[in-house]
């Protein structure tokens, strides 16, 4: 790394505001929470899908 870039990454960490002053209102927040549940949801129905092919990667095999 040259030192022009260090020292443009040095100046830009240091004229971040120190405080975000954020606000997350209730209808963000609740699509947040269905994003996280639909794809909750989502990744159940792919392991669903794909539970055979899933146990097969882990099964022992047994000799005969």
Do not use: C, N
Request: glycine share 12%; aromatic share 8%.
């Amino acid at each position: 790394m040259t030192k022009t870039a260090l020292l443009l990454m040095v100046g830009m960490l240091l004229l971040q505001p120190l405080d975000a002053f954020a606000y997350i209102d209730p209808t963000s927040g609740g699509l947040l929470i269905q994003l996280l549940l639909g794809g909750l949801a989502g990744l159940g129905v792919i392991a669903r899908l794909y539970w055979g092919k899933i146990q097969k990667v882990f099964r022992r095999k047994t000799e005969k």
